[in-house]
């Protein structure tokens, strides 16, 4: 069981991430003066995956995080400024192990369930509130 300590650093780390990726997705989104296209949301998810890539190396070759900033770094900051970084990173460790087979079922679990989720989600709005 994870301990108050590393529950409150993901808190706070999630708080962080959060008002950062909306500070960015909103920038980017007005910058582009696109409506038709979520700008703000891919600059987010692009940046996360690479950052997450980079802190990963970090700390899986130079041992650079403890487990306490690991919490507050992958999981609260990045996890509250993106998911799809986490998505990323989980799918590329798959391939680098050898995995192929299941990153392949991540990648397909992940976009197809989740826009099939949305769309039952909205869905199932729909027929309760019409």
Same mark, same amino acid.
């Given at each position: 069981m994870p301990s108050l300590f590393s529950i409150t650093l993901v808190a706070l780390g999630g708080a962080l991430g959060s008002v950062v990726r909306y500070l960015l997705g909103t920038w980017t989104q007005s910058a582009s003066r696109? @409506?038709?296209f979520p700008y703000g949301t891919l600059m987010v998810n692009l940046i996360g995956c690479f950052v997450i890539g980079f802190l990963a190396?970090?700390?899986? #070759?130079?041992?650079?995080f403890t487990p306490e900033s690991r919490a507050l770094v992958f999981i609260g900051i990045l996890?509250?400024?993106?998911?799809f970084s986490s998505f990323g990173n989980?799918? @590329?460790?798959?391939?680098?192990d050898g995995e192929? =087979?299941?990153? =392949? %079922?991540? @990648?397909?679990?992940?976009v197809i369930l989740g826009l099939a989720l #949305?769309?039952?989600?909205r869905? #199932? %709005?729909y027929w309760i509130w019409r």
């Open positions: 696109s @409506i038709d190396e970090l700390a899986e #070759v130079r041992g650079a996890g509250g400024f993106t998911t989980d799918t @590329i460790n798959l391939l680098r192929t =087979f299941n990153a =392949f %079922a991540n @990648i397909g679990a992940n #949305v769309w039952l989600g869905t #199932v %709005a």
